[in-house]
């Protein structure tokens, strides 16, 4: 006998728990179910007939009795059932037993193709937590944050008068952001300070630029932050302008670079490579090799230059770092890579949100795997990185890689 009827549930939202279940989407008509009752068709532990094949008998009832017991008994419940599907969609990201092989909500899903894409609307400005309330680390550089004055160092209090307390990153994004062309009103006080002021910011389009360059003396310093759709073009106009100015050599500052867009990390080490050399070896379930090769167009085969990593240095940044040091293109300075050799790629689903997928792994040109604790790539000159902040004057991975490079001989080439 069923048990009593407390909560109307569609089939359809039944439906949509079950294919997170399944992974796969259909659509049926309403019928009323109680919260912990099956849909009909799979009452006996049957899966739909869509999903029957490669079951290997498995009884999913037992899916729908765990339903059951958490909205029958669950002393806050019954909970809603998009709730449930949220949990059983990342339960198969997590079954997998891949930590890059993950589920991002729609929201999740939306902040991190506008990172991949390096623009979004808002106010611009880069923010950590801290004594439970968003922290201003550094106004992006022309943005309308810091023309409207706003610095690094300062606590956001309120937005728009509520208060920001215990507000997530997240939620703070979501609010922060609108429209073009709107406005938003921060109340904020500086760290050490206790003294608060309002700023209101008109909204618009930023631009998060993925590589950031200086020169030093002779030598090029530049940055790259992340692989993105703009990196590429970032960086032609970067080789530019070094030569421009007579540098004659390169550092390349790759710490704390998670990685991104595998096409973007492939155009970035094409331009300093001739045309056809392995940048790296992909082997996967659909595709048992995939060679990724150096791309035609522009390029800097001569200019001596080095690699500067460390541990947050992941993905693309080691698929770069690892295809020049395997070439003999660049010196790696600084710490142990992190070792993440496994290639993402991302299923949108019907509602916007995305599966993050891992479908392959990856080897550097000399056939180094990189996934896997203690994988990562070996510096040629190992330098442990102080209390300093990257890039700064008292750097002393910065200053390890000034020096190897101007002991490199300026008739370098390829």
């Not at 611009?124 to 810091?146: H, K, M, N, W, Y």
């Not at 790696?332 to 792994?361: A, F, N, P, Y």
């Amino acid at each position: 006998m069923q048990r009593p009827i407390r909560t109307v549930l569609t089939l359809a939202g039944s439906v949509i728990a079950l294919c997170l279940v399944f992974s796969i989407g259909f659509v049926a008509g309403a019928t009323a179910l109680g919260p912990g009752v099956p849909p009909p068709q799979v009452v006996a532990g049957d899966p739909p007939p869509e999903v029957k094949d490669g079951t290997d008998g498995v009884d999913f009832g037992l899916f729908w009795e765990a339903w059951s017991v958490i909205q029958d008994n669950y002393y806050d419940g019954p909970l809603a059932a998009e709730s449930l599907r949220e949990g059983a969609i990342r339960g198969l990201a997590e079954a997998t037993d891949d930590p890059y092989t993950r589920y991002h909500d729609p929201e999740q899903a939306r902040r991190s193709s506008i990172s991949l894409s390096g623009s979004y609307v808002g106010i611009g400005i880069r923010v950590e937590l801290r004594d439970d309330f968003p922290f201003v680390t550094q106004p992006i550089p022309r943005s309308p944050a810091e023309a409207a004055g706003i610095g690094s160092n300062e606590f956001v209090l309120a937005v728009d008068g509520v208060s920001t307390k215990g507000t997530t990153l997240v939620e703070f994004g979501r609010i922060v952001r609108g429209e073009r062309g709107t406005s938003v009103t921060l109340t904020l006080r500086r760290q050490g300070e206790t003294t608060e002021r309002d700023v209101t910011i008109v909204r618009d389009r930023i631009v998060v630029q993925s590589i950031t360059t200086r020169v030093i003396d002779d030598v090029g310093y530049m940055r790259i932050a992340n692989f993105s759709s703009r990196t590429s073009g970032e960086l032609r106009r970067a080789l530019s302008g070094f030569r421009t100015v007579g540098v004659e050599r390169l550092v390349v500052d790759l710490r704390n670079n998670p990685g991104g867009l595998l096409d973007a990390s492939v155009s970035v080490t094409s331009r300093f490579l001739p045309e056809g050399e392995l940048i790296l070896r992909r082997e996967s379930r659909n595709d048992p090799t995939h060679l990724y090769n150096a791309v035609s167009g522009f390029r800097d085969l001569q200019t001596p230059m080095v690699i500067l990593v460390n541990s947050g240095s992941a993905s693309g940044s080691e698929v770069f770092a690892g295809a020049l040091q395997a070439h003999g293109r660049a010196t790696l300075i600084g710490e142990q890579t992190h070792g993440k050799g496994s290639v993402q790629e991302l299923h949108k689903l019907s509602d916007g949100s995305v599966m993050r997928v891992t479908t392959g792994i990856w080897f550097t040109p000399a056939g180094v795997a990189l996934a896997g604790a203690g994988s990562g790539l070996a510096p040629d000159l190992e330098v442990a990185m102080s209390e300093g902040q990257i890039g700064a004057d008292d750097d002393p991975v910065l200053a390890a890689g000034l020096e190897a490079v101007r002991a490199l001989p300026l008739d370098v080439s390829r």
